[in-house]
């Protein structure tokens, strides 16, 4: 293929608005577990998350690159986090946040 000529598929900077748009109303959508795990611990501590989620990377010498290795291999716990996420966001609402 010459320099001159487009290429065939879409680059990712010319789609992300289209996509980002595609799920507005989707609390999750764009946010990293990174970024989820870190706003539960913030707002609940160790302590209250490993009660919340009683799993080992919560409860026993807890930190967010443990938590993210287990959670990226382990759907079911995945699910759960994500769960109590949108749980907090609720509650935050309701509280006034």
């Known amino acids: 293929m010459q320099d001159d000529q487009p290429t065939p598929w879409p680059t990712p900077h010319a789609t992300a608005p289209a996509v980002r748009a595609a799920q507005p109303r ?12 870190t706003r539960l611990v913030d707002f609940y501590g160790w302590d ?20 993210l290795k287990f959670l990226r291999k382990t ?5 759960k986090v994500e769960g109590l996420y949108l749980f907090m966001l ?4 309701r509280q006034g946040f």
């Open 26 to 37: 989707n609390p999750l959508h764009g946010l990293t577990l990174e970024t989820i795990v």
């Open 90 to 93: 609720r509650d935050q609402k």
């Open 75 to 79: 759907p079911w716990a995945r699910e």
């Open 48 to 67: 209250d998350l490993g009660q919340r989620i009683p799993i080992r990377c919560f409860t026993h010498e807890p930190s967010v690159g443990s938590s």
